[in-house]
């Protein structure tokens, strides 16, 4: 019959393997996580005047493209998301133009003809830098500059707003982590993009837009940042909704609800 200092020495065996274990996936979880995190699609578009070069401090090359409106009280700034680049955008950037908005977007570093390698830090600092393109070459000001990030795209729009004065910011099939997208309870440390840790702080008005049948972004993501937002909010959950296509999925209901919160601005 075992003694209690034997029981107790096997359990301590036992918890330190099963740490040990822990430990081993962790790690394993967190390096192939940063592989699959930034998938880019083939180039789908060629150099032409319609893309504009920008150029970070540390000489890397970011492209971006314009979509100019006279009319527009507002100007999207756009964060894509995975598997995207300005070619794709292209395909339906147009149709906010035609709701009535001017929108500036750009490719991360590694997607698209943009130089350099995608991660977290990255993705903030090229936004930063369409920030102060927008400000100060384009000369749009700050209350008339709406992030609007889309899917991995909201992290960066979070970062952005959280430190610099917008408009408001938009967060479409956007996370409350990147990890939590596939372990959904927090358990692999280094977690990237902590957007749910960093919306109560947003100080500007924020729309969260989610499909509720979402497939790569599950709906409660989408719940949790809406409900962490302390500022004025607003939200449009729709309803048997994907992740990619919404707005055409949705209808006029898509335009009609996000001209209702920018209108608000």
Partial sequence: ML?????????????????????VCAVGAHHLSLSMMFPRPPLKYSPGPEYITLTAPDGVKIMARHWPNPSAKHTLLYLHGNYEDLGSLG????EFVKAGYAVFAIDYRGYGLS????DE????????????????????????????GYSLGGGPAVELARRQPV?????????????????????????????????????????????????????????KLYDAVTARK???????????????????RYAEELRKFTDSL
């Avoid at 209690?4 to 359990?11: G, I």
């Avoid at 130089?115 to 995608?118: D, E, L, R, S, V």
């Avoid at 358990?187 to 989610?210: Q, R, S, T, W």
């Fill in 115 to 118: 130089g350099g390698t995608p």
């Fill in 167 to 223: 408009a408001g910011i938009v967060l479409q099939g956007a996370f409350v982590s990147a990890y939590r997208v596939m372990t959904r309870i927090p358990v692999i440390p280094a977690d990237k993009f902590e957007n749910l840790k960093k919306v109560p702080a947003l100080a500007c008005p924020v729309m969260v837009i989610h499909g509720m049948a979402d497939g790569t972004v599950p709906f409660w993501h989408g719940e």
């Fill in 121 to 148: 830090h990255n993705l903030y600092a090229d936004t930063e830098l369409a920030y102060a393109h927008l400000r100060k070459q384009l000369g749009v000001p700050a209350d008339r500059i709406v992030p609007f």
């Fill in 3 to 23: 003694k209690m200092p034997d029981v107790l020495l096997s359990l301590g065996r036992i918890l330190l393997l099963l740490a040990g274990v822990y430990v």
């Fill in 91 to 94: 395909e339906y950037l147009p």
């Fill in 234 to 252: 607003a939200r449009l959950f729709v309803e048997g909704g994907p992740h990619s296509g919404l707005a055409d999925f949705t209808g006029p």
